[in-house]
């Protein structure tokens, strides 16, 4: 049933820009995660409730979403991070044939050690973390510092493919068990956060929605 759903929800997308279908070819081609379609469209529809002005986005790979977000916010700034060496050229190029060379700025290197530069761009309305999982904590704890009072931090692919609902034991390759158990302690560490209100949602590949208490 859910499957059913699934295919349902995707039927009822408007085809995208040729430039987003080239990107989203490429890819699943070249096997580079993006978001899923239903969850991108949640994404989108979320930033519109909330027409944030600069948006953070913790993992560029190809540019996909960025570029997504700008069309739907053209006059938002978009500060994105991602330290791929060859995903970082290819998001300038698809950048660049967008025209959005203005709107979106990438900085370069690993998110963990990136706080300084990005912290110069700040502060933040939105910020989208879809990035290394076992990280999710600690991208949460070094950027949401940057985020203005009453905004949102949207954080991708927190239900793994339904593996978190998954006993452990029926988890075999061991990489994935811990990867799991730490997006387990993210959720239900996230779940309780004193200066966030959070909703995790069964959208795409898990989508948690948290918004920053105000003071």
Sequence with gaps: MNNKVEEYLQSLIPAHSNLFSEMEAYAEEHKVPIMDKIGMEALLQFLRLQKPSSILEVGTAIGYSALRMSDVLPEAKIVTLERDEERI???????????????????????????????????????????????????FEIYEPMLNSGGIIV?????????????????????????????????????????????????????????????
């Design 155 to 215: 954080t991708d692919n927190v239900l793994f493919k339904g593996l978190v609902a998954v006993e452990e034991s029926e988890i075999e390759q061991r990489r994935i068990k811990n990867l799991v158990r730490k997006i387990r302690d993210f959720n239900t560490w996230l779940m309780n956060h004193p200066s966030y209100d959070t909703a995790i949602m069964p959208i795409g590949d898990g989508v948690a929605v948290s918004k920053k208490r105000g003071s």
């Design 89 to 139: 050229e290819t998001a300038k190029k698809y950048i660049k044939e967008a025209g959005k060379l203005d709107s979106i700025r990438i900085i370069e290197g690993d998110a963990l050690e990136l706080s300084e530069k990005v912290q110069s761009e700040g502060p933040f309305d939105a910020i989208f973390i879809d990035a290394a999982k076992g990280q999710y904590k600690k991208f």
